[in-house]
């Protein structure tokens, strides 16, 4: 069965430092999405990015992230510097369709440690 | 605005027993509802979902779910409980008009004694 992978499982940074988590969403998905959950907390919504452009963000996505498709397979979040509170757990999702009716795929995570 | 609340944070079965993992929605319109569960050091897994139509819905692993729109309830049930459903899970519901986002409740956490 496709899944959604995520590299890496674990990331260690230093506060101020930029980092791309990537994920490869199901092939032939055409809506992606971020979403995080620092320890204890509840998965929150941080984008959805459907058509090469960003169809919505939440509040904690401001001007440190972004989100890019480079090529046909891949789907990356950066952060450009990192502060202690972007520690988390970071899934990636796709769906097939950009309808609501379509489930949401999410990979395994990666765990960001920034010290 | 959108938001899920699972009341318990914490529940413990005996395997074998039944359970019932509670979720209430605040929505507008017509909910898209969900639970994922989510193994120690795994992803989300999609165990069910309700769109429309018949309000008992059925997944994987012999989970099943009620839609009660009185209630603005989605809860989880199992018949009977095996070890290996230990595990943490998260009712949500699709927020289709914010760029199909989810917006998770804060998750029951299962714990099945032998």
């Known amino acids: 069965e496709p899944e959604v992978t995520q590299t890496p499982s674990h990331q260690v940074t230093q506060m101020g430092q930029e980092v791309i988590l990537r994920c490869v969403p199901i092939?032939?998905?055409?809506?992606f999405y971020w979403y995080r959950q620092i320890l204890g907390q509840k998965v929150e919504f941080l984008v959805s990015?459907?058509?090469?452009?960003?169809?919505?963000k939440s509040e904690i996505f401001d001007d440190q992230f972004s989100v890019e498709r480079p090529d046909g397979s891949n789907f990356t979040l950066k952060i450009r510097s990192t502060k202690l509170e972007d520690s988390a757990m970071y899934f990636c999702?796709?769906?097939?369709?950009?309808?609501?009716?379509?489930?949401?795929?999410f990979g395994p995570g990666t765990r960001l440690t920034v010290l | 605005a959108q938001s899920v609340t699972q009341p318990d944070i914490h529940i413990t079965v005996s395997e074998g027993a039944s359970l019932e993992l509670r979720c209430n929605y605040s929505?507008?319109?017509?909910?898209?509802l969900f639970w994922y569960v989510q193994s120690p050091g795994q992803g989300l897994q999609l165990l069910l979902k309700?769109?429309?139509?018949?309000?008992l819905v059925q997944g994987i692993k012999g989970f099943e779910a009620e839609f009660k729109r009185s209630q603005s309830s989605f809860n989880l049930r199992k018949p009977s409980v095996h070890w290996s459903d230990a595990a943490e899970y998260f009712c949500?519901?699709?927020?289709?008009?914010?760029?199909?986002?989810?917006?998770f409740g804060a998750g029951t956490i299962l714990r099945v004694k032998s």
């Open positions: 999702a796709s769906s097939e369709l950009a309808s609501g009716t379509d489930t949401q795929y």
């Open positions: 092939s032939n998905h055409l809506y």
């Open positions: 990015f459907y058509n090469n452009e960003i169809s919505e």
């Open positions: 929505y507008g319109a017509t909910p898209y």
């Open positions: 309700y769109f429309s139509g018949d309000t």
């Open positions: 949500a519901v699709l927020a289709m008009e914010y760029g199909n986002k989810l917006v």
